[in-house]
């Protein structure tokens, strides 16, 4: 133990400052085989410095104590901190490791200058460093956490989707150690196929010429487009952006003041929705829900109005011209429900319903479109 007198303590305070913008002083304890303290103050000075010392924070002084003095240590509110022998780089000492989860396997997360590893305890029996490549044996991470969860398969074969971070691998402890038996959040990508039927209405506020007395109904037509789905922070929520690609064809007759109207239009889009989903985990199959906005961009928006009059024997057909069907910007929203089957642990299928909302443009007369979409997609 060291003690440290005001004017060290005050140059020590700098030290620590500039080292560690995170440095300040949180309610705590510390213990070894003869000494337990709670409720004292203990200086974080970030993941380097917690690692090789615990600083306790005295009206008067500061207290450094070395992984040698203490068995443990940590917040209130925070961390915790365990003393261990590590053999870094073929060098044999001990230091504090950061302890992230509690059960039959432990997980340690240890850092200095230019190094971040973990370690792992099983039983009391095994503590290994998991390195993020071992160029000797061509083992990684992935390989080792492989060996030491081996008793329990349905978690094992999710080593293969674990990324080298604090996030994803106390995930994958915590379900090695709660024994559940559930996907693994992971990046997914892949193809969509689309039924989808779109329907334009008005606003009673609108007025456009014969477009207000046009019984319009749902379109159908067959679409595809690309998914991705990035879980946030490894949880069972993710972002779910899309590119679709769709066309429609729409065709209507009506009889209105004594003449003949037609409407013809064929419309090409491309739809991109960005959602926020949140899946159920099960075994075989998760039901899932989407929410969230979707832009529109109509690529090809060829619209007309044809008016037919019938004079005696005289048939009159005037092009009134292109209408404003749509804009070639179209904002909504976005909302679905689905089922997630999975093939294996890292395959899935999709299926969904969806129902997307734009909203028309109120300074450009637009109609507003509704899609129901029925939705089947895979990962690859």
């Known amino acids: 133990m060291l003690i440290i007198n005001k004017t060290q303590k005050i140059l020590f305070l700098v030290i620590i400052s500039l080292f560690s913008l995170k440095s300040f002083a949180q309610r705590g304890f510390y213990n070894n085989d003869s000494i337990a303290k709670f409720g004292v103050k203990i200086l974080d000075g970030g993941k380097i410095s917690n690692a090789q010392w615990c600083i306790e924070v005295t009206k ?9 003095e203490i068995s443990k240590y940590g917040f209130n509110k925070g961390n915790t901190y365990v003393s261990k022998e590590i053999t870094i780089s073929g060098a044999t000492k001990k230091v504090f490791l950061e302890q992230l ?12 200058q230019k190094l971040v590893t973990y370690f792992i305890e099983k039983d009391s029996t095994t503590f290994i460093e998991l390195p993020k490549e071992n160029n000797n044996d061509n083992s990684n991470f992935q390989k080792e956490l492989q060996k030491v969860t081996f008793d329990f398969p349905e978690i094992s074969k999710n ?15 915590n379900d090695y150690n709660q024994q559940l038996n559930r996907p693994f959040p992971h990046f997914r990508f892949g193809i969509i196929g689309i039924y989808e039927m779109t329907k334009f209405s008005l606003n009673s506020s609108q007025n456009i010429l014969y477009l207000d007395k046009i019984p319009f109904s749902y379109e159908s037509s067959f679409s595809g487009g690309l998914f991705i789905d990035l879980p946030l922070f490894v949880s069972y929520f993710s972002l779910h952006p899309e590119v679709q690609y769709s066309q429609h064809s729409y065709s209507y007759f009506i009889k209105a003041d004594g003449k003949d109207i037609d409407f013809l239009a064929n419309i090409s889009s491309i739809k991109v929705p960005v959602l926020f989903r949140y ?8 039901p899932f829900a989407n929410a969230g906005g979707v832009i529109a961009y109509n690529i090809k928006n060829e619209n007309t109005l044809y008016e037919t009059t019938f004079i005696g024997n005289q048939i009159e057909i005037n092009n009134l011209g292109k209408n404003p069907l749509a804009s070639a910007f179209q904002a909504g929203i976005s909302a679905g429900l689905g089922m997630e089957y999975k093939i294996n642990f890292q395959h899935s299928l999709f299926f969904e319903i969806r129902y997307n909302q734009f909203i028309n443009n109120q300074l450009s007369n637009s109609l507003r479109s509704t899609d129901l979409q029925l939705i089947t997609s895979f990962n690859f």
Do not use: C, H, Q, W
């Open 101 to 112: 989860t509690e059960g039959k396997i432990i997980l340690y997360f240890y850092a200095e």
């Open 60 to 68: 008067d002084s500061m207290l450094r104590f070395s992984p040698y």
């Open 279 to 286: 899946t159920f985990p099960s075994k075989k199959i998760s």
């Open 159 to 173: 080593t293969k989707l674990v990324k080298y971070n604090r996030t994803s691998l106390s995930r994958f402890v």
